[in-house]
């Protein structure tokens, strides 16, 4: 089962091509959010990812400058699948 931290992990290797470093993780394992909903359902919301990162784990899908509502701060979206739906982190204003 891919973990909060493998999450980290892999986000560590879109932000420094270095798999599992821990000081370029883009956020800590609390943060991720679990959900059952698949990538499809992303891809329907924000359009096609616009980045793909190969890790040991699992493609990275990220989708950068979204907003989640009108006037609030952009951020990135990471979306990676497991078997039971996906773990997720949106760096923007909520």
């Known amino acids: 089962m891919t973990t909060e931290k493998d999450f980290c ?7 420094s091509n270095v798999y599992g ?3 370029a993780w883009v956020c800590e394992p609390e943060d991720v959010v679990r959900t059952r909903a698949p990538v499809a359902d992303f891809e329907t919301t924000f359009g ?20 989640a509502r009108y006037g609030a701060r952009r951020g990135e979206v990471f979306v990676l699948a497991c078997v039971d739906g996906c773990l997720s982190y949106f760096d923007g204003e909520v």
Request: charged share 25%; net charge negative; proline share 3%.
């Open 9 to 15: 992990d892999a986000t560590a290797q879109w932000n």
């Open 21 to 23: 470093k821990e000081i």
């Open 48 to 67: 096609a990812p616009r980045e793909v990162v190969k890790t040991i784990v699992g493609d990275l899908h990220v989708w950068q400058n979204v907003q």
